[in-house]
Structures are given as structure tokens and as C-alpha cells.
């Protein structure tokens, strides 16, 4: 099974401990699934000790733009197109996942900040989570919080 995983954050601040977070996970899982093949999809590689494995490989999209309309490009044009080059047959995301893939997804919610701290964001930042959250927490088939 190759199992996708979308290691963009969705917040913009903690950033440093979100990859504690996925680290901590997926270092475990990694480790207990050998037979599975896992992708890490991000701007950069990961770090180098969650990509050491032989059932680990890194994919990098280059950096997704800050502003909404760029995200959204990013999210359902250029991710879907290297799930569909991998075989994805799973994909984990933090918060906002593509729209426009069949693929199951597991959406990861671990941080609501756009609701209970709106005046961090720009009125178009607050518009995109308030809108692709939503829709990605009612496309997936899991949700983690």
C-alpha cells in the first residue's frame, strides 16, 4: 500500500512543533507497517530522520504561494497529479486536502486557530480555511483532531 502524505502545515504559527507532531507519529508508524510504502509531500524534504527507511520516499512540490488562489492551485491541481504519478493509495493531510481526487483521505485537525484567534489572519486567509476546511472535512473518509 502506498501511503501519501501532504506534510504541508496549515497554520501559520507553531509550525515548529506541528513537525515535532509528525515526526512522532509517523516515525512510529513508519516502523511498525515495513510492508507499506510511505510519501512524504511537501515544499522541502522532510527531515532527514523521519525520510530513513527503505519503505520511505520523499516527493517535493516546490514552495505553495501564501495567497488563497495559489493554495487552491496547489492543493488540486498539483498534489493530485503526483498522487495519481505515485499510485496513492491513501492520503494524510493536516487540515485542508484536494477537493477533486476519489483517493480516501485522512484529514488531521490539529488546529482551529481561523476559528478562535481570527484576527491572526487576513480576510482572505480566513476565507480560504473557513471554506476548504469545511470541504476537505466533508470529503474525507477519517477525521483525526
Known amino acids: 500500500m502506498v501511503i501519501a502524505i501532504n506534510t504541508q502545515i496549515t ?9 515535532h507532531f509528525i515526526f512522532e507519529i509517523f516515525s512510529r ?4 507497517h515495513p510492508e507499506d510504502t510511505f510519501v512524504f509531500i511537501g515544499e ?5 530522520l523521519l525520510a530513513s527507511g527503505s519503505n520511505v520516499k520523499v516527493a517535493t512540490l516546490g514552495p505553495r504561494r501564501q495567497n488563497a488562489a495559489m493554495r487552491y492551485l496547489w492543493l488540486n491541481l498539483r ?3 503526483l498522487l ?6 491513501v492520503l494524510i493531510s493536516f487540515g485542508v486536502g484536494p477537493h477533486v481526487i476519489s483517493l480516501p483521505q485522512l484529514v488531521i485537525v490539529d488546529n482551529l486557530d481561523y476559528i478562535f ?3 491572526l489572519f ?7 480555511f ?3 476546511v469545511f470541504r476537505s472535512l466533508k470529503k474525507a473518509r477519517a477525521i483525526v483532531t
Not at 29 to 32: D, K
Not at 84 to 89: C, F, H, I, S, V
Open 11 to 19: 497554520s501559520l504559527h507553531g509550525g515548529e512543533e506541528r513537525h
Open 29 to 32: 508508524t513508519i516502523q511498525s
Open 44 to 48: 522541502t524534504a522532510p527531515d532527514r
Open 79 to 81: 498534489l493530485p497529479s
Open 84 to 89: 495519481k504519478k505515485l499510485q496513492a493509495d
Open 117 to 119: 484567534q481570527p484576527f
Open 122 to 128: 487576513t480576510r482572505t486567509e480566513l476565507l480560504f
Open 130 to 132: 473557513k471554506t476548504f
